[in-house]
């Protein structure tokens, strides 16, 4: 067997190639959801993925005897190590057949290309960033990813330890009956809180739905700034999340809550869109698009991924906080019920945010998925 030949992405061409490499590992993986080609093509054009503008991205491919075998990029986020002082490389969108050969030259040659441009330390995998799909799936396989998490297969993670990576950090993700009752103390917490004739909590205005959605990413920006990984939105990334989410939102799961008439807290939940999709094969013509249409406006999805609940930094440590989240848990999960949804996933966690797992554990939500994100020393 030849050894793995390392080719840079540089046409269109190969670029495609590159989105669709992974059905060469999930051929038979009844759990992948092959994530949408045109999505995918938009989110690897720098002229519509603001994220190429405070950034520097390379994608390889692995082929071997004429076949791809792997993918890896290789970016640098101008704005991540800005925020942090550092000079961090990532990689993401990984891919690879079980052969650590195959996944070594990836790495490395991810390596190589961030080290060449005076990165000290890579990490990974991030699909480009904390705001993107993070981690390496871990544990809980037996189950297909919701929107906008990754999904892998179990070697991965030996393939990763193989070329000298070590744990960084763990990610939860937590799995959520909807249709049963809310534990007795949390419901009390969030009914102390709902007595406050001070609180308000709304939905998303949808004819103000520009303000408001700037109004959630704020308080993201404000809630999240000191978590593992964070880096602010910017502006157009903003605008682009908006105008991705506002096809598949539903605004009964998009809550605001004001206190005094100030917004302090939000809660964002999403239908998981990777129901609607999972058999177009990633194809929206000439009928996916048909489907997926109806799919999200009749025939719903009956799970939905809590994407955040955030609450700003200054009540952090006051009663008022733990309360206010499960208001918006409470809240959150009386409306899921009257939409029809079954069941949810709350996601993703570190697994050094204490209050916040404590919050979901207490609302009967148990860790399904485990993330794993890595990183090692370019020395």
């Not at 093509?41 to 603001?50: A, I, R, V």
């Not at 990984?94 to 330390?121: H, M």
Request: proline letters at 6%; hydrophobic letters at 40%; one cysteine or more.
């Amino acid at each position: 067997m030849s050894a793995p030949e390392i080719i840079p992405v540089t046409s269109r061409a190969q670029t495609v190639e590159f989105i669709k490499m992974p059905r060469v590992i999930y051929a038979n993986d009844p759990y992948w959801v092959q994530p949408l080609v045109l999505e995918r093509k938009w989110h690897f054009d720098p002229q519509k993925n603001p994220f190429y503008e405070h950034a520097e991205v390379q994608l390889f491919l692995a082929r071997r005897d004429g076949r791809n075998v792997g993918r890896i990029s290789a970016h640098i986020d101008r704005n991540h190590n800005q925020q942090y002082g550092e000079q961090t490389g990532f990689f993401g969108w990984f891919e690879s057949i079980e052969d650590p050969e195959v996944s070594g030259a990836l790495l490395d040659t991810a390596a190589d290309w961030l080290r060449e441009r005076q990165c000290t330390l890579i990490r990974g995998p991030m699909d480009f960033n904390v705001n993107d799909q993070v981690g390496c799936l871990v544990a809980g396989f037996d189950s297909p990813p919701y929107m906008m998490m990754n999904h892998n297969p179990p070697y991965y993670a030996g393939l990763y330890e193989a070329a000298g990576l070590k744990k960084a950090m763990d990610l939860y993700a937590w799995r959520y009956d909807a249709v049963r009752d809310v534990p007795p103390a949390a419901m009390q917490l969030a009914e102390h809180s709902a007595k406050d004739p001070k609180l308000r909590i709304r939905t998303i205005d949808i004819k103000r739905y520009e303000q408001d959605i700037k109004l959630v990413l704020d308080i993201y920006n404000d809630a999240w700034s000191t978590n593992w990984g964070y880096i602010p939105m910017t502006e157009a990334e903003l605008k682009k999340i908006a105008e991705d989410f506002r096809l598949i939102l539903d605004p009964e799961l998009i809550l605001i809550a004001e206190y005094d008439g100030e917004p302090v807290a939000v809660s964002l939940a999403m239908p998981n869109l990777n129901e609607a999709i999972k058999d177009l094969g990633g194809k929206l013509f000439p009928f996916g698009l048909l489907k997926l249409l109806y799919r999200l406006k009749f025939a719903r999805p009956k799970s939905a991924r809590l994407i955040m609940l955030g609450i700003l930094k200054e009540l952090r440590g006051v009663r008022k906080y733990g309360m206010l989240s499960h208001a918006l848990y409470v809240e959150m999960n009386r409306r899921g019920q009257a939409r029809g949804y079954t069941h949810g996933e709350l996601s993703w966690t570190l697994e050094d945010n204490h209050p916040v797992n404590a919050g979901i554990k207490s609302m009967g939500g148990k860790v399904y998925k485990t993330y794993r994100g890595y990183e090692k020393p370019l020395t």
